[in-house]
């Protein structure tokens, strides 16, 4: 757990680290009853950055359910700071840039969908339903942005283009 959600540089390599990790839980989720499953998850909230009173929202949750959600969020997130990093001057750079907020977006919407069966308490707020469906829009219209640029770089008409 600790290799794949402590910390993470902004590569391939820790993304697929979080994969493997979600993978696994995956696996144990299948094993073991949901109501046997006593370690504690604890997640902060990703926007929360503790206020004068001191402290960070935090939930703590016994469910292997929780923590597949938090670590997809934290696929999301990566994989849109991945995106971020590339040469967007590259055809290869827009491409992985695109593919990435793409997938981001794909995951936050179906978090969207499911978190608050899957949690069964009040989430923390970057958690909610609303919060999440913001994530994907905004993801999508960085991707649609990197679409427009392309087409403008490669010196498309300008009908094309507004499509």
Not at 22 to 47: R, T
Not at 97 to 116: E, H, M, P, W, Y
Not at 129 to 158: I, R, T
């Amino acid at each position: 757990r600790n290799v794949a959600t402590k910390n993470p540089d902004r590569s391939d390599a820790s993304l697929e680290a979080m994969h493997k990790y979600y993978d696994q839980l995956v696996a144990l989720e299948v094993k073991i009853p949901s109501s046997e499953v006593q370690i504690p998850f604890k997640w902060k909230d990703a926007f929360d950055k503790g206020s004068i009173f001191g402290g960070r929202i935090s939930l703590t949750v016994s469910s292997i359910g929780y923590e597949k959600v938090c670590v997809l969020f934290n696929i999301a997130a990566l994989s849109t700071q991945i995106a971020e990093t590339q040469n967007l001057d590259s055809e290869e750079g827009l491409q992985k840039a695109n593919k990435k907020l793409q997938s981001a977006a794909g995951i936050f919407t179906a978090l969207k969908d499911r978190v608050v069966g899957l949690i069964e308490q009040e989430p923390t707020p970057d958690l909610e339903p609303e919060c999440l469906g913001v994530l994907s829009s905004l993801c999508l219209a960085q991707a649609q942005e990197l679409v427009v640029q392309k087409a403008l770089k490669d010196s498309m008409k300008d009908n094309i283009v507004a499509k």
